[in-house]
C-alpha cells in the first residue's frame, strides 16, 4: 500500500507562483513513479508532470513545460510541484499518484485527495 497527501494549493492571481506537496508513505514507495494529473470541473482528468521516486528524468506536458518543476525532498518522502507563471486555465483540482509511470490516469494506482488550484485574474 502507498498512501499519497497533497497540500499547498490555493488561491493566486495569474503569472504568480505555488508550490504543491505530494508526501507518500507506504513500504514499496521508492519503487513507483510518481506523477502528478488535474481536473477542471467538466473536464477530464489530464497529466501534468512525471518522474520516479528513485531518479530518472521528468517528462512535462506541453502546456507546463518550462513553467512547472518537479522535485523531491528525499528526508521528507515528499515529492514537490513547483508552479510559476500561472494562467488561468491552470485551475483544477491536482491530484499525486503512485504508479508504474507514463501519461495515463489508469496507469496509477494509488492516488492522493487532491489540492484546488485556483488562478484568477
Known amino acids: 500500500q502507498v498512501q499519497l497527501v497533497e497540500s499547498g494549493g490555493g488561491l493566486v492571481q495569474a503569472g504568480g507562483s505555488l508550490r504543491l506537496s505530494c508526501a507518500v508513505s507506504?513500504?514499496?514507495?521508492?519503487?513507483?513513479?510518481i506523477g502528478w494529473f488535474r481536473q477542471a470541473p467538466g473536464k477530464e482528468r489530464e497529466f501534468v508532470a512525471v518522474?520516479?521516486?528513485?531518479?530518472?528524468?521528468?517528462y512535462y506536458s506541453d502546456f507546463v513545460k518550462g513553467r512547472f518543476t518537479m522535485s523531491r525532498d528525499n528526508a521528507k518522502n515528499t515529492m514537490y510541484l513547483q508552479m510559476n507563471s500561472l494562467k488561468l486555465e491552470d485551475t483544477a483540482l491536482y491530484y499525486c499518484?503512485?504508479?508504474?509511470?507514463?501519461?495515463?490516469?489508469?496507469?496509477?494506482?494509488?492516488w492522493g485527495q487532491g489540492t484546488q488550484v485556483t488562478v484568477s485574474s
Open positions: 507506504g513500504r514499496t514507495f521508492s519503487s513507483y513513479a
Open positions: 518522474r520516479g521516486w528513485s531518479g530518472g528524468s521528468t
Open positions: 499518484a503512485a504508479g508504474p509511470g507514463g501519461t495515463r490516469p489508469l496507469n496509477y494506482g494509488y
